[in-house]
Structures are given as structure tokens and as C-alpha cells.
């Protein structure tokens, strides 16, 4: 069994900057892939940004490609989200998931129905 836990949304303004992270129990976790997702009032949840089991692969929506960026720390069970030049658009509930393998395909990494543990997430609100 796998427990997420994020941290570090909160509300900012337009062109501030938040780092989400993410606690992960469990002693394989240096062994899979990592995802961050959001989910806007009444829309589907999409796909933000992905990390391979070593850190070594990322992947990036578009829409967050050059602002955002994703690392891990495996000796700490942790995977974060550094986001910057923050933009109303933005604003979203922020989910990590763990992948149940260490990397795959685009179109594997970006879909949700890859990923087999979710945590609660947390919510981000970018003001204009």
C-alpha cells in the first residue's frame, strides 16, 4: 500500500511562484515514475508534468512547459513541482500519483488511468 501526501498549495498572484510537494510512504518509491495532474472546477483532470523512477526522464504539458518543473528526491519519498510565472489558468486541485512502473511512453505517462495511487490533493489559486 502506497499513501500520497501533497503539500504547499495555496493562493498567489499572477507571475508569483508555489512548489507543490509530495510525501510518499512506502520503501519502493525510488522505483516508479511520478506524476502531477490538476483538476479545474468542473473540468476533466489533465496531466501536468511526469518523472521517471531515477529522475532522469521529465515530461511536460504544454501549457506548463518552461514554467513548471519537476524533480524528485529519492532519499526522501518526495516528488515536487516547482511552478512559476503563475497564471490565473493555473488554478486548479493539484494531484501527484504514482506510476506502477519507472517510465513509459508519452502516451502512457499522461494518461491518468496509468497511474495506481493518488493522494488527496491540493488546491492552488493563481489571482489576477
Known amino acids: 500500500q502506497v499513501q500520497l501526501v501533497e503539500s504547499g498549495g495555496g493562493l498567489v498572484q499572477a507571475g508569483g511562484s508555489l512548489r507543490l510537494s509530495c510525501a510518499a510512504s512506502g520503501r519502493t518509491f525510488s522505483s516508479y515514475a511520478m506524476g502531477w495532474f490538476r483538476q479545474a472546477p468542473g473540468k476533466e483532470r489533465k496531466f501536468v508534468a511526469a518523472?521517471?523512477?531515477?529522475?532522469?526522464?521529465?515530461y511536460y504539458a504544454d501549457s506548463v512547459k518552461g514554467r513548471f518543473t519537476i524533480s524528485r528526491d529519492n532519499a526522501k519519498n518526495t516528488v515536487y513541482l516547482q511552478m512559476n510565472s503563475l497564471k490565473p489558468e493555473d488554478t486548479a486541485v493539484y494531484y501527484c500519483?504514482?506510476?506502477?512502473?519507472?517510465?513509459?511512453?508519452?502516451?502512457?505517462?499522461?494518461?491518468?488511468?496509468?497511474?495506481?495511487?493518488w493522494g488527496q490533493g491540493t488546491q492552488v489559486t493563481v489571482s489576477s
Open positions: 518523472i521517471s523512477w531515477s529522475g532522469g526522464s521529465t
Open positions: 500519483a504514482k506510476a506502477p512502473h519507472g517510465w513509459g511512453a508519452v502516451v502512457d505517462i499522461t494518461t491518468s488511468g496509468t497511474y495506481d495511487y
